[in-house]
C-alpha cells in the first residue's frame, strides 16, 4: 500500500476531539411505519444545529427506549427469501462482534435505544470506544438498513473505533457476527461525507429490498464554536454471499 497516500488519508481524518455519530433519520413517518424496518428513529435536528445527539422523533409522543434485543422478523409466510440480487437474508439475532480489516476494527458491538428524552443514546463509560447498534433498526443480515455507530475520537483526542472509516473504501468487507453464531458479510459500496446540517436521511435510512449495512461516525472541519464536527462519514454495504 502507497505509504504517502495512507499518510494523506490518515490526515485528512484526522480530528481534535471527541464526537459522537449523528443519527439522523428521514422520509416521512408513514413510510417507516408501513415498511417497519426501521422502527421509532430520532429525528434530525433543526437547521443549523450540529449537535452529536438528535432532536425528537417525529411522533406525538415521546420514544421510550427500546431493550437491546432483536425484533421479530417481518417477512411473510410464503414470501420470496431472496433479494434482488440474489442473497438470502438472514433471520433476526443481535450483532455482536463488527471487523472491518481494511481499517483495522474489531469491536465487540453492544446495542443502544432512546434515552428518556427520546434521543438516541451514543456509547459511553466502559463502552465508550466500542461500536453500537442502534436496536431500533434490522439486525445486520436481515432485510432493511442496518445501523451501527461510533465514536472517531476518545479521550485526549486518543483514536476511537472508527477513526480510520474515512478510509474504507469500496469493495472493502465489513464482518458482522450475531448472536445465533452465524457472521454477516457486508460488501462497501459507497463512503460519503455529509454535512450534519444536510444529512441524506432518507439514503441512510431508508426502506432497502435487501440486506444493507449503514455505519456512521463524525468528520470533516471541527468548528471550535460548538465543539462539533460539521459533517459525518456514512459507509453504505450491502449483504454478499460468504
Known sequence: MNSGKDSARRRHTLVVAACAALLAVGGSAVAWAASRQVEEPPAPPAAGVTADVTAEPPTAQRATPQPSTPRPSTRQPGSSTRDASGVTPLPASRPVAVRIPGIGVDSPVHGLGLDDEGRLRVPSGARYNQVAWYDGSPTP????????????????????????????RPGDRIE??????????????????????????????GATTG????????????????????????????????
Do not use: Q
Not at 458482522?176 to 436521511?201: H, I, L, M
Not at 471550535?224 to 454495504?237: K, Q
Open 141 to 168: 443480515g436481515e432485510v432493511g438498513p442496518a445501523v451501527l455507530e461510533g465514536h472517531v475520537t476518545g479521550s485526549g483526542y486518543a483514536p476511537s473505533v472508527f477513526f480510520e472509516l474515512g478510509n474504507t
Open 176 to 205: 458482522v457476527d450475531r448472536a445465533d453464531g452465524s457472521t454477516a458479510a457486508f460488501e462497501v459500496t459507497e463512503v460519503r461525507s455529509a454535512p450534519k446540517t444536510d444529512f441524506p436521511r432518507v439514503d441512510v435510512y
Open 211 to 242: 440486506p444493507e449495512l449503514r455505519v456512521i461516525t463524525c468528520g470533516g472541519t471541527f468548528d471550535t464554536s460548538t465543539g462539533h464536527h460539521l459533517d459525518n462519514v456514512i459507509v453504505f454495504a450491502s449483504l454478499v454471499r460468504d
